[in-house]
Nanobody, 126 residues
Framework: QVQLVELGGGLVQAGGSLRLSCTASGRIFSSNAIGWFRQGPGNEREFVAAVGWSAGNTLYADSVKGRFTISKDNAKNTVYLQMNNLKVEDTAVYYC???????????????????WGQGTQVTVSS
């Protein structure tokens, strides 16, 4: 069973940047993808971005497109989420998760993921 650990959260001013990392222990298969989700205060958990482990194809939520970049380092079993031009509304607990769903369209669905990290808090101040 793969375990996922997120790092990199913190407090940043609006307009600033943070980079989150998600490191997996255990083997990630070429058919897997890693996604980032977030849950803000009083909100449901929502999809942020995902990347295919083999092909490196990516998918983004419209709310972060152009500001966030997801990338991977297969040798380190790590996925990164570079967040630029952060907004107050980006404040949330950010989770990474593992899916074996091949069709990228379904990466937006929380139910597609079967392994989750513990989350890391990102707070953006005005």
């Amino acid at each position: 069973q793969v375990q996922l650990v997120e790092l990199g959260g913190g407090l940043v001013q609006a307009g600033g940047s943070l980079r989150l990392s998600c490191t997996a222990s255990g083997r990630i298969f070429s058919s897997n993808a890693i996604g980032w989700f977030r849950q803000g205060p009083g909100n449901e958990r929502e999809f942020v971005a995902a990347v295919g482990w083999s092909a490196g194809n990516t998918l983004y939520a419209d709310s972060v497109k152009g500001r966030f970049t997801i990338s991977k380092d297969n040798a380190k079993n790590t996925v990164y989420l570079q967040m630029n031009n952060l907004k107050v509304e980006d404040t949330a607990v950010y989770y990474c998760a593992l899916t074996a769903v091949l069709v990228s369209t379904y990466w937006r669905r929380e139910s597609s993921y079967n392994q989750w990290g513990q989350g890391t808090q990102v707070t953006v101040s005005s």
